[in-house]
């Protein structure tokens, strides 16, 4: 075998295992065994899911200084909390994530709507379950573009749970986030597997690094 042929060979195994690693990632980073078998709410909304993730991280805050960041999610509320240079180049019209609480959306019933997009889209999550400082279970029928919904090429059924564990005797607190969605028809599903979970490693990562960085400066 050439040294060309070795160092071409050498570099496909290094971008499979490397798309290999992004793979295992997206679907699990941060999470244990147990959790991503443990039941989360909102599973039964979305069973046998095509395609979803299990993420979790260790919280040295209290479940009461993280919840009124996680409360105030979405556009052009307090966004999701990914890095800026995420913000700026994939959400442009969206503002920044919050560096504050924002008093006047400390409050979500069950029914209230999460916008996630500009008014135009339609886009956003339905609030199916708040428990102050324990769980937010956010449901999406509208994560694709309005002509696509509106003309029926593709279907989306999309979950967003959030759960907080408090951990040593309520000082820290374990968050977990799961999401799980079924697709139609099997390109989305392909796109999905094949594009959304490596990019989820980044964009879950982030957001959860975010919420992570803000409870922990307010707990402080």
Same mark, same amino acid.
């Given at each position: 075998? +050439? =040294?060309?042929? +070795?160092?071409?060979?050498? *570099?496909?195994? $290094? /971008?499979?295992? !490397?798309? *290999? &690693? /992004? %793979? #295992? /990632?997206?679907?699990?980073? !941060?999470?244990? =065994? &147990?959790?991503?078998?443990?039941?989360?709410? !909102?599973?039964? *909304?979305?069973?046998?899911?095509?395609?979803? =993730?299990?993420? &979790? &991280? +260790?919280?040295?805050? =209290?479940?009461? $200084?993280? #919840?009124? #960041? *996680?409360? %105030?999610? !979405?556009w052009h509320r307090g966004g999701w909390y990914t890095p800026r240079w995420v913000d700026l180049l994939l959400f442009p019209d969206n503002w920044l994530s919050a560096q504050r609480i924002l008093d006047s959306y400390q409050t979500l019933e069950v029914g209230d709507f999460v916008p996630d997009g500009a008014p135009e889209t339609e886009c956003g999550f339905v609030v199916r379950e708040v428990e102050p400082g324990r769980r937010l279970l956010l449901e999406s029928t509208t994560h694709l573009p309005l002509a696509w919904r509106q003309r029926r090429l593709a279907q989306l059924h999309w979950t967003w749970s959030f759960q907080l564990t408090p951990v040593d005797d309520g000082r820290a607190t374990r968050l977990m986030f799961r999401w799980r969605a079924r697709t139609h028809p099997w390109w989305l599903t392909a796109g999905a597997n094949l594009v959304i979970i490596p990019a989820d490693f980044v964009m879950s990562r982030g957001m959860l690094r975010g919420l992570r960085r803000r409870a922990t400066s307010m707990a402080r």
């Open positions: 075998m +050439s =040294a060309h042929r +070795s160092r071409t060979m050498a *570099l496909v195994m $290094s /971008l499979v295992a !490397g798309y *290999l &690693a /992004l %793979q #295992w /990632l997206g679907r699990t980073y !941060g999470s244990t =065994a &147990a959790e991503r078998r443990a039941m989360m709410p !909102g599973d039964e *909304l979305v069973q046998h899911p095509q395609v979803g =993730a299990t993420h &979790a &991280a +260790s919280v040295p805050a =209290a479940p009461h $200084s993280i #919840w009124p #960041w *996680l409360v %105030q999610v !979405g």
